[in-house]
């Protein structure tokens, strides 16, 4: 069978861009810029066997490079200047794609993170964004391997209208990992804990030696099944078993999550139940509901957001947590102007509660090259950190080329 290699110019060909991990990046190679605001579409969980011709096999090589220069503030007053991807984490992935023919589809797909001002490579693995592979037909679709956590590709795809750019540690909405002073929106439960470090799961990639090598927003050893959409309605279904031994003290920390979308012309909507399970090094365990979704207005999109958490066990220091976040964005020629706010609060007598309201544009230079210019602060976590007099803020601006 005869193979051709595809450079693209883009994040993938519509046939393998259902559920992506944390879909940061222009979905076509005619669209504009990844930071752009796509209009409501959802996460199209299940490619169709019209998108490539029969026997045929592709690798596509993309990504997306993001440098710029941001000033932040912490609770306690500390300034800090750093280079490097503020905006959005720069990216280079390999995707695959066969066409098996009867109206079947494989596909892989490996995704690292460099970072723009050392050049060295994510600390959390090769490749720490992605490394899975799918079979895929009008059934629907299965994938296995390191992949977006239940609830990643909604929010970001749809809810969040910008792809979990921008803010607190360049993830928009969600809360952008071990180094975010602000938590909001939660990609996985963090069963009662107010830092990373012990409130996710090992079935996120932590080793319990290591805390710090826990993944905010994806799961490993992920299996995953994606439904065809009928009606408009579409289901995902995913468990991440952490392989620890079974009878581990407390348990195993394993992942569930169920995603249920509904999408039809401009207006989607979506459900998601997900838990998490105790493990050695953290007795407590947590389930997260997440309810969201947008409507597009045409050059103005507008994206809601609420989510439930509860946490129970002897290590939770919450056991009751209520997040929500409203985004809009629109077009003015080659400038898409964009508003983030809401809020984080939890039952805990400490912990780390957040008002955010996150704010900023960019301007397109070209269909992959854009300008931005971002601002947050959250103007609630200083009173939960001690000796915090100022309100934890990061002001933003640089370039990002997608390829």
Known sequence: MKK??????????????????????????????????SHVHGPGHSPTHTDSVSGSSSLTISGQV?????????????????????????????????????????????????????GSVNRFALFNRAAWVSLAGNWGSIRLGKQGSANVAFICDVIDLIDCHSGFSGAGVLFGGNGSSTRWI???????????????????????????????????????????????VEAM???????????????????????????????????????????????????????????????????AVYQSESASGPAA????????????????????????????????????DSAVINIGTTYNLSKRTLLYADYAVDRKAKVLVTGGNTNPSIMSIGIQNNF
């Open 4 to 37: 051709k290699i595809f450079v693209g110019l883009a994040l993938l060909t519509s046939s393998i861009a259902f559920a992506d991990d944390i879909h940061s990046a222009s979905p076509d190679p005619s669209s504009a810029p990844s930071s752009s605001p």
């Open 237 to 303: 279904i995913q468990y991440a078993p952490s392989e620890l031994p079974k009878g581990s003290l407390n348990g195993q920390g394993d992942s569930f999550g169920l995603n249920v979308n509904y999408l039809s012309g401009p207006l989607a909507a979506g459900v998601m139940y997900q838990t998490a399970g105790a493990d050695p090094g953290t007795n407590a365990s947590g389930k997260l509901i997440t309810l969201g979704g947008a409507y597009n207005f045409g050059p103005t999109q507008i994206g």
């Open 66 to 118: 993001d440098a710029g220069v941001s000033r932040s503030q912490s609770a306690t007053g500390q300034t800090l200047t750093e280079q490097g991807s503020q905006f959005g984490a720069s990216r280079f992935r390999f995707v695959g794609i066969e066409d098996m023919g009867g109206g079947n589809i494989a596909s892989f797909r490996l995704e690292m993170q460099p970072n723009m001002d050392t």
């Open 186 to 232: 939660s990609a996985n439960p963090v069963r009662g804990q107010t830092t990373n470090a012990r409130g996710l799961a090992p079935s996120t990639g932590a080793v319990l030696a290591d805390p710090a090598s826990r993944d905010t927003v994806r799961v490993v050893n992920g299996m995953s099944y994606f439904s065809p959409r009928i009606g408009g």
């Open 317 to 352: 220091v919450f056991t009751r947590a209520r997040s929500w976040a409203i985004t809009a964005a629109t077009h003015f020629g080659a400038a898409t102007p964009y508003l983030k706010f809401g809020q984080h609060r939890t039952n805990a007598a400490t912990g780390i």
